[in-house]
């Protein structure tokens, strides 16, 4: 369904850490999902995605991990670094609908 | 890769005028163009999803008296706030959809607009 979030969930990290950033999707019939960062006063960015028939796969430094058992999504950044700190969306699409519904987000803060 | 771009990237309007808002494709021909809204510290929420030369389709609670969308050309999409009061300030996002790409899924986001409404 669609996500109205009164507050962004907070994820504080070092430098060179990895982050693990989770979503919970809403709708089991998504097929394609996409992880997305947003800095602030920007729009999105694609970052990676991954089709339902995967389980993971990996980017440079990213790498995102499906779980449709429990409709869960999750990404993994690794050496974070201080320009990795924004908020990051995770969107699920069905196919055939032509629109993403975005999860609630996660502000990402990367302290040297 | 492909480029949207939004115009103007802020805007300061008084209540009751109405604005503008432009989204372009630049490198490649939008079949679908999407406007999103976003209140501070919130995710984003589909507003309406618009075809070339068709009407858009609206999300339900979207006022489609209000929020007039026109997708005239394939790169191309304006959204027109009428009759703006402050509630509509907001951060308004477009997304363009490649309907010739590989991966017809992919939307590219534009870098926003930021209307203010006093």
């Known amino acids: 369904g669609e996500s109205v979030g009164l507050h962004l969930p907070t994820l504080s990290v070092q430098e060179g850490d990895n982050s693990i950033i989770n979503c919970a999707y809403s709708?089991?019939?998504?097929?394609?999902f996409i992880w997305y960062k947003q800095e602030s006063g920007k729009g999105p960015q694609f970052i990676i995605d991954?089709?339902?028939?995967?389980d993971k796969r990996q980017g440079q430094r990213v790498t995102v991990l499906l779980n449709k058992t429990v409709k869960h999504l999750s990404l993994q950044i690794a050496a974070t670094q201080p320009g990795d700190s924004a908020v990051y969306f995770c969107a699920e699409i069905v196919t055939g609908f032509q629109k993403l519904v975005f999860g609630t987000g996660t502000r990402l803060l990367v302290s040297p | 890769g492909a480029v949207v771009s939004q115009h103007p990237s802020r805007v300061i309007c008084k209540s009751g005028t109405s604005v503008k808002i432009e989204c372009r494709s630049l490198?490649?021909?939008?079949?679908?163009m999407f406007w999103y809204r976003q209140f501070p510290k919130q995710s984003l929420m589909l507003m309406a999803t618009?075809?070339?030369?068709?009407?858009?389709?609206?999300e339900q609670g979207v006022e489609k008296d209000k929020f007039l969308i026109n997708h005239a050309s394939l790169t191309l999409s304006t959204l027109t706030v009428t009759s703006a009061h402050p509630e509509d300030s907001s951060f308004y996002i477009c997304?363009?959809?490649?309907?010739?790409?590989?991966?017809?899924?992919?939307?590219?986001f534009g870098p926003g607009t930021r209307l203010t409404v006093t």
């Open positions: 991954i089709r339902s028939n995967m």
């Open positions: 490198d490649f021909q939008a079949t679908t």
């Open positions: 997304s363009a959809r490649d309907g010739q790409g590989i991966n017809s899924y992919e939307q590219y």
């Open positions: 618009s075809n070339e030369g068709s009407k858009a389709t609206y």
């Open positions: 709708n089991s019939a998504s097929d394609y």
